[in-house]
C-alpha cells in the first residue's frame, strides 16, 4: 500500500503547506483546507494530493505532472495556467477555471463559473454539470466539453479550440459559430466520457468552433 503524508490546514497556514507538499516525496493528503487560497500553487513534481475539503482561489496554479483530488468545491481561477497534470474537483468551482491553461485536464464534477477556460491554449477541461457566461472567452486552443448547459457569450472572441456542450447554449460570443460533429469528435467525447453517453446521445452535442475553422 502506498504510503500517504496527512497535512492539516488548521496547523499550517498556506506557505508552509506549500512548503511541506513541495519538500515530500509521498502522496499527500490534506485534512481541514479551510478553503485557504493558493494550494499546490507552482508544483510541478509527480505526485498525488486529495484535498479532504473544499479549496479557496488559485488552486493548483501553474501545475506541472501532479494530480490533484478535491473532495468538495474549490474557487476562483482553479488551475490557473496549468502545464500539465490532473485536478478534479468533485462538487463546483468559482469563475475562471482552466484560465490559461497550456495543458493537463480539469474536470469538475459539479457546475463551473463564468468565463471558464478563458485564454487557454491547450489542455482540457470537462465539466459534469453548467457553466455560466463567456465560457471560453479568447479561447486560443484546447477542448471545454460541457454536460450541462451554458450561458451567454458562449466563446466569446475564440480564436481556437473546440467547445462541446450536450444541453443548451444560451448564446454566441462574437466569433463564435455552431460547427457539425465529425467522426474525430465523437471519438474524442466517447473517450473522454469514458461511455458516459450513449452514441444517439454523443450526437447531439452541440460543437463550437471561431469562424472560419
Not at 28 to 36: A, F, L, R, Y
Not at 67 to 96: C, Y
Amino acid at each position: 500500500m502506498p504510503q500517504i503524508k496527512q497535512l492539516d490546514g488548521n496547523k499550517l497556514n498556506t506557505r508552509e503547506l506549500n512548503t511541506e507538499i513541495k519538500n515530500t516525496d509521498i502522496d499527500i493528503e490534506i485534512i481541514n483546507p479551510s478553503s485557504k487560497h493558493f494550494i499546490c500553487a507552482g508544483l510541478t513534481k509527480n505526485k498525488k494530493i486529495t484535498i479532504m475539503g473544499s479549496a479557496g482561489y488559485f488552486l493548483g496554479t501553474m501545475l506541472e505532472n501532479a494530480e490533484i483530488q478535491v473532495k468538495g468545491n474549490a474557487g476562483n481561477q482553479v488551475g490557473d495556467n496549468m502545464h500539465s497534470g490532473e485536478i478534479t474537483i468533485t462538487g463546483s468551482v468559482g469563475d475562471g477555471a482552466g484560465q490559461g491553461i497550456y495543458g493537463g485536464k480539469l474536470k469538475i464534477n459539479g457546475d463551473a463559473g463564468s468565463r471558464t477556460g478563458s485564454i487557454m491554449k491547450k489542455g482540457e477541461i470537462i465539466i459534469q454539470g453548467n457553466s455560466d457566461f463567456m465560457t471560453g472567452l479568447y479561447m486560443m486552443g484546447g477542448k471545454i466539453t460541457v454536460l450541462g448547459n451554458i450561458g451567454d457569450k458562449t466563446g466569446e472572441s475564440m480564436i481556437g479550440g473546440t467547445i462541446y456542450c450536450y444541453k443548451e447554449v444560451e448564446s454566441l460570443g462574437k466569433n463564435a459559430v455552431i460547427s457539425k460533429l465529425n467522426q474525430k469528435d465523437k471519438t474524442y467525447l466517447k473517450k473522454t466520457l469514458k461511455n458516459q453517453l450513449k452514441t444517439k446521445e454523443i450526437e447531439s452535442f452541440t460543437k463550437i468552433t471561431p469562424r472560419g475553422n
